[in-house]
């Protein structure tokens, strides 16, 4: 089972408002990522955790909270949103150590912020 | 930074046809990566490759890991309408504090004719 789920499919929120968007996998993996992706444009790495730690923040805006409750499970907290952060989201995860290149994607949440 | 040069930024080609994409890179890369990215979704990896000069196929995918260990290249051999999409390539330097980073190409939009 390679797969990664992530909730919501779609989000539209206003720029007050606050949110979280979950991923969840269950592939025995202990390194999971946070991207935010333009329309045709590559993925752009926001946040990795390894072992549910931070282990990089990209310089990620504060209004971006990223939160690893346990080794299965990847919450991104949205406060005070602008509209260019309107993007798709993805979450993946990779096994941590020397294989953790081989990353594996979620579906994504579309998210408008208006 | 690392970058990667991925091309043809796109493909229009008739349902049928072998298709050819590659990536370069200006510095060198322990991992390649070939993901497929259909409208709305996901990425989802096709083909990993872990070694300079390694082969590998799935199904009417072939990708290589170049001898410089600085390029890939992924054939898609008799197209079909369903092969619709964009192909990302990705590099994976498990050195440093590059490790979790994924190094992504532009993306190569391809569009097949029935």
């Known amino acids: 089972d390679t797969e990664v789920t992530q909730t919501p499919k779609h989000l539209v929120m206003g720029m007050t408002n606050k949110k979280s968007l979950k991923c969840e996998q269950h592939?025995?993996?202990?390194?999971m990522y946070w991207y935010k992706q333009k329309a045709k444009k590559p993925p752009e790495l926001m946040f990795v955790?390894?072992?549910?730690?931070?282990?990089i923040n990209e310089s990620v805006p504060s209004r971006f909270s990223p939160e690893c409750p346990n080794s299965s499970l990847l919450n991104l907290h949205l406060h005070a949103l602008q509209p260019e952060d309107s993007a798709l989201y993805l979450c993946?995860?990779?096994?941590?150590?020397?294989?953790?290149?081989?990353?594996?994607f979620g579906p994504g949440t579309r998210l408008l912020v208006l | 930074g690392q970058q990667l040069n991925q091309s043809p930024q796109s493909m229009f080609i008739q349902e049928g046809e072998d298709v050819s994409m590659n990536c370069t890179s200006s510095?060198?890369?322990?991992?390649w990566l070939w993901y497929k990215q259909d409208p709305g979704e996901g990425p989802v990896l096709l083909i990993a490759?872990?070694?300079?000069?390694e082969l590998t196929s799935n199904g009417r995918l072939t990708a290589q890991f170049g001898i410089t260990r600085k390029d890939s290249f992924l054939n898609i051999s008799a197209s079909i309408p369903s092969d619709v999409g964009i192909y990302f390539c990705?590099?994976?330097?498990?050195?440093?504090?590059?490790?979790?980073?994924?190094?992504f190409g532009q993306g190569t939009i391809l569009t097949v004719h029935p």
């Open positions: 993946a995860s990779s096994q941590a150590g020397t294989a953790g290149a081989t990353q594996y």
């Open positions: 592939m025995g993996h202990r390194a």
């Open positions: 955790y390894s072992y549910e730690k931070l282990s």
């Open positions: 510095s060198i890369f322990n991992t």
């Open positions: 490759l872990y070694k300079a000069g």
């Open positions: 990705a590099g994976h330097n498990a050195g440093g504090t590059s490790y979790g980073k994924l190094t």
